[in-house]
């Protein structure tokens, strides 16, 4: 059952200043440039000290991950950092966020890296290249991809967009920098081992299911695999 965030205005101040250290600790991440062998290597060691920190603060105080700032546009730490991080190294921290509250992947806010797209966290995941957790969500979480709220535009036709263009050797988004592919046909492959039934969701909107959906795509596009 999802529940709901609550905003930091609220919050005591000790609990305030947790929060932010933590939403200043994944701002603090930047990305390196491709050749920077000195930059990769303050990059991974500052992604696994981000690791250890989130772990160690959210299994204490799970609360952390049910606050939104909102002044920040409605951030919560996990969708702080699914639009500040952008490398595998970074899995451990999301899985610790999305561990102690997977509602937060059911929220709404306002994702920069996206063009300030007013997303929920499941869809930032995917298309912020995160697409490799999706088979643990199915597994773990299904309730996220059933939940009404995502039934407009189910994630599993954005997910499935987003194979057919990785197949396709095309551009997998803007959004997606380097250090993380497109889902593969294995990740594919597990999510439906754990979430079949995905493949008959059909949106309010679009009415095609994603199994209809990424058919014609292939075959609009020549992917004969």
Known sequence: MMENPFSDSNLDDELK??????????????PFYPGDT?????????????????CLEVTAKPILTKIIATDRLNLSLLSAAL???????????????I?????????KSCHRAAGCSNRTGIYALVERGFSI???????NYAWVLDHEIGQ???VVSFFLTHYALSQHNALRSKFI???LAGPSAMTVQCFFENYSRGLAQVGNVARDTPLHEIINMMHYRGIDE
Do not use: Y
């Open 177 to 179: 920098e380097p250090g």
């Open 152 to 154: 407009e535009f189910p």
């Open 99 to 107: 561990k102690a509250n997977p509602s937060a992947l059911l929220w």
């Open 83 to 97: 639009e500040k991080l952008s490398h595998e190294k970074s899995l451990p921290t999301l899985k610790c966020l």
């Open 17 to 30: 200043l947790q929060f932010n250290k933590l939403l200043d600790a994944i701002n603090t991440i930047k």
């Open 38 to 54: 000195s930059g990769e290597s303050k990059f991974l060691a500052s992604c696994e000290a981000l690791n250890e920190l989130v």
């Open 133 to 139: 957790l999706m088979p643990w969500i199915a597994e």
